[in-house]
């Protein structure tokens, strides 16, 4: 079996968490593509093949289309439906391609685009008047870039939808251009201008006014799954993903519609751990973390989640250590988590190792190099490397084997009696001035 397959037990438990089916459900289904065919870690060519054949059977991706049909039933004729449709989608390219040539001429003149401003009404006028350029000219381009979007031409689409953008002032049109235009690039993986246009569509939704809450609710839904494409592609990704996911707005929408989500919030923030572990911004996010999961328990819970409640909720190092295991599993089979697998177990480390510490004075070399999951050897190279690198107050001695921790007077335990005895005395000066009003 190589490094990148599954044994039949992991391949269970990949299933289980699988969370193909309720992403599914806030993407579009040019975006669920490449989420299909990822799974061919835990299901079958043939169920993965059928599985994209009916997922994009539905659109204008004829060519496409015919080779799945063609995989699926070898030697079988393509269905009538299939031919129609091929000859209509080649009818709607002649028509749409004659009817914007004219429109897509002009815009693209220097003379027209130095004449253009950021005034829609203005460039609508200008260019009916100059040019003969009619509203229903600029919404034959939306209808092309819809057609292109569709039939697989993600740039084409791409450039049509902002060209229609560029002159359209109806807001509801503007926003399904938007969302085209964000999917297009992403499937082109074109992730600086993905993120451009996830920035523009989180100012339409957050600044428009809705009639109702929940349609408002299910747009930043959207764009909560939407954004994993872009946030898990780019440098410093994980950071604007949870800068994003921790803003009050966008929690409570997770909160309250994708609480799976969760797994990429616990993802994000012990990933990036050991770059910002002593900043306070990472602490705020651990806590405001550790305080979510807590909430969410009964809602969701993965490996993932159940790890953080191990460590920090419970302080159960064995169940932590265990759960890695079934972390690594989940993450080679999630679409969005697999490229960075290694970061993440060796930031859990990581945070074991800081929460370990936080804990015990002496620690056995070899017991805590076994709970990393490293033998006596890699585990002593880990930790020198660690407190080298952390600057970690601690050191190892070699002749007893063991880890020791260098605490400062004030231990977690002194800390813990201070607070209590601070919290008594509050309640006994709150019980006498209690007492004294009733005397009184």
């Known amino acids: 079996m190589s490094e990148s397959e599954l044994s039949a037990t992991e391949v269970e438990l990949a299933r289980k968490y699988d969370l193909t089916p309720k992403l599914t459900a806030f993407l579009d289904r040019h975006l669920i593509y490449p989420l299909i065919m990822a799974l061919d870690l835990i299901y079958d060519e043939n169920t993965v093949t059928q599985l994209s054949y009916d997922l994009l059977k539905d659109t204008y991706m004829v060519k496409f289309e015919k080779s799945k049909f063609s995989n699926l039933y070898p030697g079988k004729e393509f269905p009538k439906e299939l031919l129609e449709k091929e000859e209509f989608v080649q009818k709607e390219l002649v028509r749409l391609d004659e009817k914007t040539k004219e429109t897509l001429n002009v815009l693209a ?11 829609k009404e203005y460039n609508r006028q200008f260019l009916e008047k100059e040019h003969g350029i009619t509203e229903e000219k600029v919404l034959e381009l939306y209808e092309f870039g819809q057609l292109q979007y569709n039939r697989g031409d993600y740039m084409m689409a791409s450039d049509l939808l902002n060209n ?70 780019i440098e410093n990704g994980l950071e604007q993903l949870s800068d994003l996911f921790f803003s009050s707005t966008y929690l409570s ?52 989640t159940e790890f953080i409640r191990a460590l920090y909720v419970d ?24 490229n ?23 620690m056995d070399l070899q017991q805590l190099s076994a709970s990393l999951n490293l033998s006596k050897d890699e585990g002593e190279k880990w930790i020198a ?19 020791i921790m260098n605490h400062p007077a004030n231990s977690v335990y002194q800390q813990v009696i201070k607070k209590t005895k601070g919290l ?8 006498m001035a209690a007492l004294q009003k009733e005397s009184s």
């Open 164 to 233: 229609f953008r560029v002159l359209s002032t109806n807001s509801d049109l503007n926003i399904s251009a938007t969302w085209g235009r964000l999917a297009s690039e992403i499937i082109s993986l074109e992730w600086d201008t993905a993120l451009e246009e996830l920035v523009k569509l989180r100012e339409l939704i957050d600044s428009r006014s809705f009639s109702d809450p929940l349609t408002q609710l299910h747009h930043r839904t959207w764009v909560i799954h939407w954004s994993l494409f872009p946030y898990f592609n």
């Open 385 to 403: 490397n660690l407190i080298r690198d952390t600057k970690m107050d601690a050191k190892i001695n070699e002749s007893e084997g063991t880890v």
């Open 253 to 304: 929408t997770i909160q309250a519609s994708c609480p799976w989500i969760l797994r990429y919030l616990v993802a994000a923030v012990v990933s990036t751990s050991p770059k910002h572990h002593s900043s306070f911004e990472f602490q705020k996010r651990l806590r405001d973390l550790i305080r979510v999961v807590s909430q969410e328990q009964y809602e969701y819970q993965d490996p993932l």
């Open 340 to 362: 960075g697998a290694g970061q993440f177990l060796e930031s859990a480390r990581h945070l074991i190792f800081g929460v370990y510490c936080r804990v015990h004075e002496k």
């Open 424 to 431: 008594s005395f509050r309640s006994n000066q709150i019980l």
């Open 109 to 119: 003149q220097q003379s027209v685009q130095e004449h253009l401003k950021q005034d």
């Open 315 to 338: 302080f159960d190092f064995e169940a932590a250590i265990a759960k890695l295991t079934e972390v690594e599993v989940v993450i080679k089979a999630d679409f969005f988590l697999s």
